[in-house]
């Protein structure tokens, strides 16, 4: 089943619905979803801290979870949603994984591993590569992460002040 724009926007919803229980507890706000057939089969968002883990990225999350779900760990025909441009762990993964098509959010100027700071999934040497299609909901996804972080720099800012 190949989904359509409006398809890409309900799984971006849902994927900035993860983003917030990343949000929520304190962790970079990205979330993502694996679909296969037009199922989720996996869902995630960073954890990172919460579990100690500096794997526990919110593409990594749902892959390990659609890779159970599926019984496989090549998820072939599979789509990964998430809602800012993967950096350069999550891209590799998205190669050993076989993802079959990335659709992510906001581009990730400093770190983005797709399309902004490096492109990895379209390097010729690699035994897979996956389609790409990005800015889904960019500006939510964006402002997510622009609210996140200006209001870490708020709070780092008040415990300096309170030293």
Not at 22 to 46: K, S, T
Not at 52 to 68: K, N, T, Y
């Amino acid at each position: 089943m190949s989904s359509s724009a409006p398809d890409h926007e309900v799984f971006m919803r849902r994927a900035l619905e993860l983003a917030a229980c990343a949000y929520a507890l304190g962790e970079i706000p990205i979330g993502a979803l694996v679909l296969q057939d037009g199922v989720i089969v996996g869902e995630g968002y960073n954890r990172s801290i919460t579990d100690l883990d500096p794997s526990a990225h919110a593409e990594m999350v749902a892959i390990r979870q659609a890779a159970q779900r599926v019984g496989n760990y090549r998820l072939v025909d599979c789509t990964l949603y998430v809602t800012v441009e993967p950096c350069t762990m999550c891209t590799g993964l998205l190669v050993h994984a076989r993802i079959r098509k990335l659709v992510f959010g906001a581009a990730e100027p400093k770190a983005g591993a797709v399309q902004s700071a490096m492109n990895i999934g379209e390097l010729s040497h690699l035994n897979h590569n996956f389609e790409v299609e990005g800015g889904i909901l960019d500006t939510q996804c964006a402002e997510l992460m622009s609210r996140f972080f200006k209001e870490r720099r708020q709070q780092h800012k008040a415990l300096k002040h309170n030293d």
